[in-house]
Every structure is written in C-alpha cells, then in structure tokens.
C-alpha cells in the first residue's frame, strides 16, 4: 500500500525544506556531522593514549614485542599482520567507493556485487581483529608484576637474537611448580555469595624458585634504556648520576631504546618485590607493562572494533535493500548507499590512524 | 530518471591537476594503488627502522615518529577527498567538517601532550617514583 502524502505546495521552497545549504542533502550532511562528531572522540580517545604515553615515555612497552604473532608462523613478526588488516580495509573501503558509483549509474547488479564484497572485507577485518585480541589476552611468555605496578619479565642471557638482544624466556619453562594450599573459590562450593577471580598459574615463589635454579636467567625491566655515553657527557650532574645507576644495574646499557636488562644480582633484588604472577592482558593487569598500556589498547581496538562491527550490520541492512530493490523506487535513488558508504569510510579513516599510534609509532 | 538526481560531477584529478584519470572507477582504483603504495613504506620503514631517523629528534619526537605521522596524514587526507569524496563537495561543506576537526583536535593535542610530558618531568626528576 502505497503512503499517503499530503502536499503543502511548498516543496522545493526554501521554507518547504528544499532547500540544499551546502550542496549536500539533510541525510548526507548530517552523516557528515556524525563524523565529524565520532572522529572527535576518537580523537579523545587517541589524545588520551599520547598522554599517557608520554607520561611513561621512558618505560612504555615497544609495539614490535607485543604484536609479534603471524597466523601459522612462529617466532617474531611484528608489522606483518596489522599491515594485512590494513590492507583488507583499504580494499573493502574501495569495494564500498565503487559501490557508490555504480549506484550513481543505476547499476542495481553492480551496487549488490561490491556490497557483497564490502560486507565480506569487514568480517575477515573483524575475525582478524579477534585474533589479535586472542593472542593480547592470552599472552606469550608471562611475568611478574611488582608491588609498584611494574612488571618483570624473563630473558635468557646467554641466548641472543642477530640483534644481539638477549631472547625471552617462557615463565613456563623455568618456572618450578610447588604444592597449592590454595585452589579457587567457587559459589557452589561455599558460600554462594562469596566469589574470587581465577588465581594466577603460579605464586611468585614457585617462579623465584625457578630463577634462582638457573643462572642463566634475567629480569629485563620496563625501563628503556637511554642513550648513555650522551647522559655521561652531560654537564647535568643528574643526568651523570642516572647513567651510573643504569650502570651499576643494568648490562645491555649500550642498546639504547631497548629495554634494560639486570645482572643476576640486580635480577634477584627486583623479584623481591614481585607480588603477583601476569600471564596474559586483562583490564587490570597485563604481561606487556605498562597497566593503561592493555587498557588503552582494548578500549580504542574495542571501540574502533565496534564501528567495524555496526558498519557490517549496517551494510548487510543495505545490501538487502539494494535487493530488494528499494532504491530504485526512491526520489533520491542510491543516495543511502553513499551515506553508509561514508560511514564505512571514516571506519578505515580511524583504522589509519589506531594503525599508526597503536603499531608504528 | 536515471542521471537526474543532481549529484555533481566527480573532478578526476588528483596531486594538484598532475594525475588525471579517464573515469571515476578508475580514480578509485588510482587512490587504491597509492595508499597502498604508501602502507608498504611504512611498514617497510616499521621492520628496518634506518639508524639516521631513530637516532634524531625533532620537537621532542624520533624523526621515523614524524615520517609515520606525515605518511598517515597524507593517507587520511586520500581517504576523504576522493573515498569520501569531499574533493567533489562544495568548499563550504568540506571546511565545516575539516577545519572544525583539524582546530580541536590540533588543541586537545596540545593540551594533553603538554601536560604528560610535564608529568613525566615530575617524575623524572621529583621524588615520587611511579605509582600516579
């Protein structure tokens, strides 16, 4: 059934609501202020990470170490992965332009065939981002984490890369496990309206333990090392005094930018401190670093994630439409497809920017 | 009915005028290749990190920092002149949406920026060690 519309006479008239300010019709133009909006809190959210960053720039984790892992490869490759999700945004983002086009020739075979695509590029970016959520809250090697919040972790000094940076340790493979006194609250084992989060793997003194067993071991620090002949040279009687702490402790002071690795007594002194084994990410702890470091890494992935995910509902919404032939019968034809279209843009736009603040730089 | 809903026509050039391309689908596949183009350098400048762009510094920050920054930049500004395709908007448009942007974000940059470097001074060189 057809609806009934009333005619005032005014249509087209600028009181009439005819009227195209910029050019641009009301859905468009207010697709645009959406955006503009949307990119103003991720511009928060990013602005936010800078902070803290720069807050901890001498200790923040290095992106390289993190994200490190390649679908059915093993050891370290770093970039490859993020610059494959890139890649697939990018394509699906041109899908989606020449989706747009080919509404604007009427091609109703063409708009359904580069939706299709559109639809299939988001998920494949969504599976992937999955997957790297996967490995972040899984983790690799584990740590410990100190009563001040930082964290330890395990290298082997004897081991080194063709860098010659000394190669981490899995807590695992070391680490000696000792009888449990304690094993988890559970409501159906107690009382019901008593909970506990899961415990960690291991105490910090079965790790100890474990350290102390093979001397070959290290504790690298969150602390990234400076440039140290540059501090020496210094004519600031602090910066002197730093260098010869970082001398005293560390024994890759000559790698400056990477992180700082303790000698064995040094090592043994810091995990007197430990408090609690991290394996993994959650919001509160995580293996990496930094606390704010996994925090801020789920809450922009996760909110850009998010877009990602809405777009594809979206553009699933549209696709039928386009099917169903909706567009055709409409005044305004495939104008709606370019409005998802910039949407689905400004998603890869965020993705270009989460890319390089998250993994390059 | 077809071509009578008054969009206005796609400027096919880019690079200021000097990349001119036939058709739209074929600008598109143009951006496409350039972006893509770009996305390679980066990555290939994140793997091999050139000594000369790690080891100086400008404003405070690595020069290979500058370069990622730049090359982003370049790619988000490719991204919405000729994907989103301000590029055929009318300049009213395209300067309320970008200027607006561009003032805020360049301030909430600014404001915070400054404010956790003089953070990280405090801790650098006060008494308190790690833990606010």
Redesign the interface.
């Known amino acids: 059934m057809e609806a009934t519309v009333s005619n005032t006479g005014t249509e087209g008239k600028v009181w009439g609501g005819g009227n195209k300010p910029?050019?641009?019709s009301y859905g468009k133009?207010m697709m645009?202020?959406f955006?503009?909006s949307d990119?103003?809190t991720f511009?928060?959210f990013l602005?936010?990470y800078?902070?803290?960053?720069?807050?901890?720039?001498?200790s923040w984790p290095i992106a390289?170490e993190v994200y490190n892992h390649f679908p059915g490869l093993h050891g370290d490759h770093?970039?490859?992965f993020v610059?494959l999700m890139?890649?697939i945004l990018?394509?699906s983002?041109?899908t989606?332009?020449?989706a747009v086009?080919a509404g604007?020739?009427?091609d109703k075979k063409k708009v359904t065939f580069y939706m299709f695509l559109t639809i299939i590029g988001g998920a494949i970016f969504l599976g992937s981002q999955a997957w790297e959520w996967t490995n972040f809250i899984q983790g690799y090697y584990g740590a410990v984490e100190t009563k001040?919040?930082?964290i330890l972790q395990f290298v082997d000094a004897d081991k080194k890369d063709s860098h010659d940076k000394m190669l981490r340790v899995y807590v695992d493979d070391f680490v000696t496990a000792s009888h449990k006194e304690r094993v988890q609250h559970e409501s159906k084992k107690g009382l019901w309206f008593v909970s506990e989060p899961a415990l960690p793997e291991y105490s910090v003194q079965d790790v100890i333990t474990g350290f102390n067993a093979h001397p070959n071991l290290a504790v690298r620090t969150q602390e990234l090392m400076p440039n140290i002949a540059e501090l020496e040279a210094s004519t600031n009687p602090?910066d002197v005094a730093k260098a010869e702490r970082m001398k005293s402790m560390y024994v890759n002071t000559d790698q400056t930018?990477q992180k700082g690795v303790l000698n064995r007594a040094a090592s043994e002194k810091a995990l007197k401190d430990a408090v609690v084994y991290v394996k993994g990410a959650n919001l509160i702890h995580n293996e990496y670093g930094n606390r704010l470091f996994g925090d801020f890494f789920f809450f922009i992935t996760g909110f850009h994630g998010f877009h990602v995910f809405s777009g594809v509902v979206i553009n699933i919404i549209i696709f039928f439409n386009v099917i169903l032939g909706t567009y055709e019968r409409r005044?305004?034809?495939y104008?709606m497809v370019e409005k998802v279209?910039?949407y689905w843009?400004?998603v890869?736009?965020v993705w270009?920017?989460v890319?390089?603040f998250f993994?390059?730089? | 009915m077809a071509h009578d809903h008054g969009h206005t026509e796609h400027k096919l050039a880019i690079f200021r005028g000097r990349l001119k391309f036939k058709s739209n689908v074929q600008k598109i596949w143009g951006v496409l290749i350039f972006l893509s183009i770009i996305t390679i350098i980066e990555v290939a400048f994140g793997i091999f990190k050139p000594a000369f762009l790690v080891d100086n510094y400008f404003l405070g920050m690595k020069l290979l920092n500058w370069v990622f920054i730049i090359l982003t930049l370049v790619k988000a500004y490719y991204i919405a002149w000729d994907f989103m395709h301000l590029r055929d908007e009318k300049s009213s448009l395209r300067r309320a949406v970008v200027w607006t942007a561009v003032f805020l974000i360049a301030y909430l940059l600014f404001i915070l920026l400054q404010e956790g470097t003089y953070i990280e001074g405090v801790k650098a060189n006060g008494f308190i060690k790690w833990d606010f």
């Open positions: 910029l050019n641009a133009m645009w202020f955006i503009l990119a103003l511009s928060g602005a936010a800078g902070f803290s960053r720069f807050k901890f720039i001498d390289d770093p970039m490859y610059a890139t890649f990018i394509a983002s041109v989606m332009v020449l086009d604007h020739h009427m001040g919040g930082q602090a930018g005044k305004n034809n104008e279209g910039l843009h400004f890869d736009l270009v920017f890319f390089t993994y390059l730089v």
